[in-house]
């Protein structure tokens, strides 16, 4: 299975991959990617760089020691802390790449202690839809709480 997160905070949207450590946890890993929800070319951007992310997802990477090193994902927001990142109605939704297909999964916002939740079905992407991820995005932070 591949996994990318993403995240749409203050008009602003965040894409990274995820990969299991040896342990079995699911981590941020790089790419670290923002883009302006709202820019003219962010369908164009988007349809290049979802794929990409997905296929940085790897299994079997070592597991962190160090928990308390800065994120890059907070760098990419301008914020110290997790705490900081997904206040102010900040939504999240997980892209998994399995055998059967590629699916949206849209989460609900719990707060910095309750972390992201699912919330909805799973959404099968179809091949026409992840052609226009923009949109396909934007149908599940609609069903994100």
């Known amino acids: 299975m591949r996994?990318?997160?993403?995240f749409l905070r203050q008009g602003v949207l965040y894409l990274h991959p995820e990969s299991q450590?040896?342990?079995?946890?699911w981590i941020a890993?790089?790419?670290?990617?923002?883009?302006?929800?709202?820019?003219?070319?962010?369908?164009?951007?988007?349809?290049?760089?979802?794929p990409e992310v997905l296929a940085e997802s790897r299994q079997g990477v070592p597991h962190p020691t160090d928990?308390?090193?800065?994120?890059?994902?907070y760098r990419?927001?301008?914020?110290?802390?997790?705490?900081?990142?997904?206040?102010?109605?900040?939504?999240?939704m997980r892209i998994e790449g399995r055998d059967e297909g590629v699916y949206v999964i849209p989460q609900e916002n719990r707060g910095a202690k309750g972390g992201f939740v699912d919330c909805a079905e799973p959404i099968?992407?179809?091949?026409?839809?992840?052609?226009?991820?923009?949109?396909?995005?934007?149908?599940?932070f609609r069903l994100c709480k």
Do not use: Y
């Open 3 to 6: 996994i990318a997160a993403v």
């Open 21 to 25: 450590t040896t342990e079995g946890a």
């Open 29 to 50: 890993a790089p790419p670290f990617l923002r883009f302006d929800w709202d820019d003219l070319d962010t369908s164009k951007k988007l349809n290049e760089a979802v």
């Open 67 to 73: 928990w308390n090193v800065g994120h890059p994902l």
């Open 76 to 92: 990419l927001a301008g914020v110290k802390s997790w705490r900081k990142f997904v206040a102010e109605g900040c939504k999240s």
């Open 124 to 140: 099968l992407c179809s091949e026409a839809e992840s052609s226009d991820w923009r949109m396909l995005l934007a149908k599940a």
